[in-house]
């Protein structure tokens, strides 16, 4: 074991925090809907902020962003352009008011106030429905995969029974206090890891000789520059690199222009208690958020320092917590590793709650027309229990990061389509993500070669269904809000 009991006692003190929070909250929580899934819509924009970043921060996505510095050197920052980085004033200036002027609960029922209550919204809803609960199960399994991975590196146990307990913490706190735990849960870790931000990116910066450093890596490290095949690419980028940087850079594009409904961002405008403030959370999102990229360069600079020797042998996912559990000293590391571990909970907490409001708002509740708000919260608590079931399953099956990595850049470029392009009709979006979720089981076979070019067909299907439903079957109101807006 290399953690010092020390450290030990600060991660079981978070954890045993955080399961405390749920059960307190659970009352405040379980009044009805809005209360399980906006916070009752009395949450202070900054708070709301602050959860806005925490849900964009997981270890898992963290140790990927590490290990892709870490193969590819400074080019490694096109495919964070993936994400639309620069989204947060696009947020405050646009995005915010819009969702928050729609007066819906969920991304999904925005799609009825786009397209109309009639056949077209209705089959857009259900089949975006789909889509969303598997890309969610899945990245819930993405990041199963990686804090296992994190914590073989500290405590000898196996990857089942880590995840394990992990999952059913953060499961049960989530399902009990609904939105209200997510917010409280990334109100700790957004200072926690803030600190770890500021810590590591000081010891880094005064420990790490960068003349030396220059001469370790060599001067292509430091290239912006896009190119389309890599000198000695690594075999996680066996793709034409060229297109994969076109991919990222056009997801990145379309998710800066996208007008419409979302996940746990949507979500988090729609719990603002005004206008004003929901543009103010697109600020403080950003703000709060740029501490990552400082972390991430001080532990793959870190990586580059002591692990020289190694590249090639060590498993490039594993070196944020190498680095952490070898540099960082008694004390600090547990701090930073309860930061660390909060990130991975505070990631997953923030699906498994937009999950569920889609489960419970988009399918339960239609169904269930004579439900009261208490049903409608436990049948929550089972939504949010069921997803973080099926994400454990998926985690269990899966070893390497990119093995999820790779699918889940296929299959989130197509669904924001209806989002960005207003010509694209109800007919269009249900027609196409059809037919990207009829292709899906075949598409795996081809995903090590092929997936720029597949992301990038897998969207004609959505200017095919467009055609068979004129864009002026878009419905009244929601030109009128456009208008508006």
């Not at 962003?65 to 639309?84: A, I, N, P, Q, T």
């Not at 199960?137 to 029974?161: C, D, L, M, N, R």
């Not at 249900?430 to 092929?450: D, H, K």
Request: net charge positive; with cysteine; hydrophobic share 50%.
């Amino acid at each position: 074991m290399n953690l010092s009991l020390v450290d030990t006692a600060i991660v079981a003190v978070y954890l045993i925090t955080m399961l405390a929070v749920g059960i307190y909250l659970e009352r405040r929580a379980g009044k009805n809907m809005e209360s399980y899934f906006l916070g009752g819509r009395s949450i202070p924009w900054w708070l709301l902020g602050m959860s806005g970043s925490g849900s964009y921060f997981d270890i898992t996505g963290t140790m990927w962003m590490v290990s892709v510095f870490y193969l590819l050197g400074m080019r490694g920052m096109w495919e964070h352009c993936f994400w639309c980085f620069p989204v947060a004033g696009v947020m405050m200036a646009f995005k915010a008011k819009w969702a928050f002027r729609s007066g819906v609960l969920t991304g999904l029922e925005w799609l009825i106030f786009r397209y109309g209550p009639g056949r077209a919204g209705q089959s857009a809803r259900l089949i975006t429905l789909v889509v969303a609960i598997l890309s969610m199960v899945f990245t819930i399994g993405y990041a199963g995969v990686g804090v296992a991975k994190f914590v073989e590196e500290f405590v000898p146990v196996q990857k089942s029974i880590s995840i394990a307990i992990l999952f059913g913490i953060t499961g049960i706190y989530t399902a009990l206090g609904g939105f209200f735990s997510v917010v409280i849960s990334d109100l700790y870790q957004t200072t926690l890891i803030t600190f770890a931000a500021i810590y590591i990116s000081l010891v880094a910066f005064v420990e790490i000789d960068p003349i030396g450093f220059r001469e370790t890596v060599g001067n292509d490290w430091f290239s912006l520059t896009p190119v389309m095949h890599l000198a000695h690419p690594p075999k996680e980028y066996p793709d034409p690199f060229g297109l994969l940087v076109i991919m990222w850079v056009s997801k990145g594009v379309f998710g800066l222009i996208g007008a419409g409904g979302g996940g746990g961002d949507f979500q988090r405008f729609r719990a603002a208690r005004n206008e004003g403030e929901a543009s103010k959370i697109g600020m403080a999102w950003g703000m709060f958020l740029s501490v990552r990229w400082s972390l991430v360069m001080a532990f793959t600079v870190f990586g580059l320092s002591i692990l020289p020797q190694e590249v090639g042998a060590l498993d490039s996912e594993r070196v944020l917590p190498v680095v952490l559990n070898r540099v960082i000293p008694i004390g600090i590391k547990g701090i930073i590793l309860a930061g660390l571990l909060s990130a991975f909970m505070n990631s997953v907490d923030s699906l498994l709650n937009v999950s569920a409001s889609f489960l419970v708002n988009d399918f339960v509740k239609p169904l269930w027309k004579n439900a009261t708000g208490r049903g409608l919260v436990w049948a929550g608590y089972i939504s949010t229990l069921s997803v973080m079931a099926l994400g454990i399953l998926v985690s269990f099956q899966t070893e390497r990061i990119a093995a999820i990595w790779n699918p889940i850049n296929f299959a989130l470029e197509p669904p924001c389509w209806p989002q960005a392009c207003w010509q694209l009709t109800g007919g269009g979006s249900e027609g196409g993500l059809c037919a990207f979720q009829r292709c899906a089981p075949c598409r795996q076979p081809f995903m090590s070669r092929c997936s720029p070019t597949c992301a990038s067909c897998s969207t004609f299907p959505f200017w095919l269904g467009s055609t068979w439903q004129p864009v002026s079957q878009l419905h009244s109101s929601s030109r009128l809000h456009l208008q508006k807006s």
